[in-house]
């Protein structure tokens, strides 16, 4: 265990206190309703897309898609008809410059029970403000270090920012183990024999506005994972530009010098925390 000061550790503590954040009152709520069913809230729309919609929408009707003062809705019950308008729609907002980086990679989005109920383009959850889900693996070493991947400049999100030593979104029909082992051989080269250590440790829930692009709202999965001493993480999807081995005073540091992208910060600041009781 390293030590930090009791003023870095409340520094991180208290940023840990705001993982959640509400949806900003003036974003449009979208539901799903499902006829006798009582309407589900599956996401927020940002105020600078309404207009845009209002009038696309007026033009060209999507089937299952409207647009009123105070909500947007979708209506459909099996999770292939929802995907299928909702899918017409993100088309819409890509032409409209509304969706960047898309990725022809499919997310999806689960009810409290687990159940998909509809896949989409994964560039247009956070669009749609729709509640997507990631895995993020720490990286450590035993002599109290951890491995931080550079993202690269190219990324669509969060450029040059520091990341945790693998990490990547859970495409549909994927689980969060599978997406963890596979995020760790593209992103760092880790073979499946280790990979296959990683240690689930919980779950961080993220919201939060992005100005321009929408609302952020994602379940991250964290695993922690142990890696040998002469181990040097390489890249293998041109997602990462690089990686640094630092000890655990200097990540706090570099947290709250705001290096990190916010989900790599957070992650990165429990599993300080943890290091530390």
Known sequence: MTSLSTSTLAALEEML?????????????FYLSRGTEVDL??????????????ESLRNDPIAHISIGNDRMTVEGSGPNDL??????????????????????????????NGHQLFHLERAAFRTFG?????????????SDSIWLGRR?????????????????????????WVCAKR????????????????EPVGKIHMRRPIPGRGFHDEQLFVYDLELPENFV????????????????????????ADEFT????????????????
Do not use: C
């Open 17 to 29: 206190q705001n993982t959640a954040r509400s949806a900003p009152s003036e974003f449009l709520p």
């Open 41 to 54: 809230l599956i996401g927020h729309l940002n105020p600078e897309f309404i207009p845009y919609l209002q």
């Open 83 to 112: 995907s299928i308008s909702l899918h017409q729609l993100a088309e819409r907002m890509r032409l409209g410059g509304y969706i960047p980086g898309w990725r022809n990679e499919e997310f999806a989005w689960l009810d409290q």
């Open 130 to 142: 729709f509640r997507s889900m990631a895995t993020h693996i720490n990286g450590y070493t035993k």
């Open 152 to 176: 690269s400049e190219s990324k669509s999100t969060d450029p040059g920012q520091l990341d945790n030593v693998a990490a990547g979104g859970i495409s549909a029909d994927e689980t969060p």
């Open 183 to 198: 995020e760790l051989w593209e992103e760092a080269g880790v073979p499946l024999h280790i990979a296959e250590q990683v």
């Open 233 to 256: 993480p390489t890249n293998h999807d041109g997602e990462v530009s690089g990686f640094i081995e630092i000890s655990f005073a200097e990540a706090a540091a570099r947290i709250l």
């Open 262 to 277: 916010s989900d790599a910060a957070f992650v990165t600041a429990d599993f300080i925390l943890r290091r530390n009781k």
